[in-house]
């Protein structure tokens, strides 16, 4: 390994910078094609794709774990192939399987743990009753983990990832199978680790609305290249306006009800009882169109809107819905697999 430097990236200490990254397999495709990303300090960046779109393999290089076979970059300020031991000591990773014994304790995993990254005893006790109680798994924390249910062990495992208080977090597809309960409580902590600790997040997923709920900005990557990027609400803009459609109770109200949202925006396609238009001022007009049908004495039997969604987003991007990308090619097991023959050699 070349000597590494104290030289910070341009994204910061806390931030993640790739310029042209790719990854090139074998006997395979490129799984990672040139991308160029940037995620700033404090942010939380949704990573989108289907199985066998670059997602794990991205993450794998940018994690240490595989190096490029072109481009470079930055995590935590350090250089991922120059500096990897810095970038190692800067993050925390729970990745899509969680190494995880099930022959031991969530206190004994906490304390391996803590010890791996040399904290003291009692500062081990304290980080590990700590990060326990904040996933939610004090009680369960004498038990085996062999006993877990799935949700819990993905919540150890982001616990683990948090033992020496990094200062980026990339979390793989996190809540792949896991309940809603489940999900919403592991939600509820990587918000609070950005709003409040100020880690920034590289969340990879395949659940739209997770990205929708979590993500400041949003890349969709499919075949090896990011085809969007933006906020969730810059993306759905990208896709079109809103649209409203009302019903009225009375039948012979129809062209009364077109007429009037006519004032709000384009007419749109709508059932043969309504009418509908794309709002010009974005769904903030609702409120407009409603007290404007009700100043003219329209009574309506049902009043719609339809908002672009993140699945329109990447149906719009790629020609196909994220949960019909379902053609799995393992990239992260090819990835590892090929990783290990590397090192063995």
Avoid: C
């Avoid at 326990?132 to 924390?141: C, S, W, Y």
């Avoid at 395949?206 to 499919?222: K, M, P």
């Avoid at 012979?252 to 925006?265: D, I």
């Amino acid at each position: 390994m070349a000597a590494e430097s104290s030289t910070k990236g341009t994204a910061g200490t806390d931030g993640i910078e790739a310029v042209g990254l790719v990854r090139e397999f074998k006997k395979g495709p490129r799984a990672v094609d040139g991308i160029d990303l940037r995620v700033e300090p404090g942010e939380i960046y949704g990573f989108l794709g289907p199985n066998g779109a670059g997602k794990s393999t991205t993450v794998l290089m940018l994690t240490t774990l595989l190096p490029p076979t072109a481009g470079t970059a930055r995590v935590g300020g350090f250089d991922i192939v120059k500096e990897g031991s810095r970038v190692r000591s800067a993050i925390g990773a729970a990745l899509q399987e969680a190494a995880l014994d099930p022959l031991l304790t969530g206190n004994e995993h906490m304390r391996l743990q803590t010890s791996l990254h040399g904290l003291d005893k009692a500062e081990r006790e304290s980080r590990g009753a700590e990060l326990l109680e904040r996933v939610g798994l004090t009680k369960a924390a004498d038990r085996k983990v062999g006993g877990y249910s799935g949700g819990m062990k993905r919540r150890l495992d982001l616990a683990l990832a948090l033992a020496h208080q990094p200062r980026i977090l990339f979390l793989d597809e996190p809540t792949t199978g896991l309940d809603i309960q489940s999900r919403t409580a592991l939600w509820e902590e990587v918000a609070r680790l950005a709003a409040e600790d100020g880690v920034t997040v590289f969340l990879t997923t395949q659940y739209l609305e997770e990205a929708d709920v979590l993500a400041d900005r949003v890349g969709i990557i499919d075949h090896g290249h990011i085809v969007a990027e933006g906020t969730p609400a810059e993306l759905k803009a990208q896709i079109g306006r809103p649209t409203v459609e009302a019903v009225p109770r009375d039948p012979g109200e129809r062209e009364h009800t077109a007429a009037v949202l006519a004032r709000f925006g384009e007419p749109a396609d709508s059932g043969t009882k309504g009418a509908a238009v794309l709002l010009a001022g974005g769904d903030a007009g609702l409120a407009e169109v409603v007290r404007a049908l009700d100043g003219e004495g329209i009574k309506i039997e049902t009043l719609q809107l339809h908002a672009p969604s993140l699945d329109d987003v990447f149906l719009a991007k790629t020609g196909r819905s994220l949960e019909g990308a379902d053609e799995a090619t393992g990239e992260a097991e090819d990835a590892l697999a090929e990783t290990g023959a590397a090192e063995a050699a």
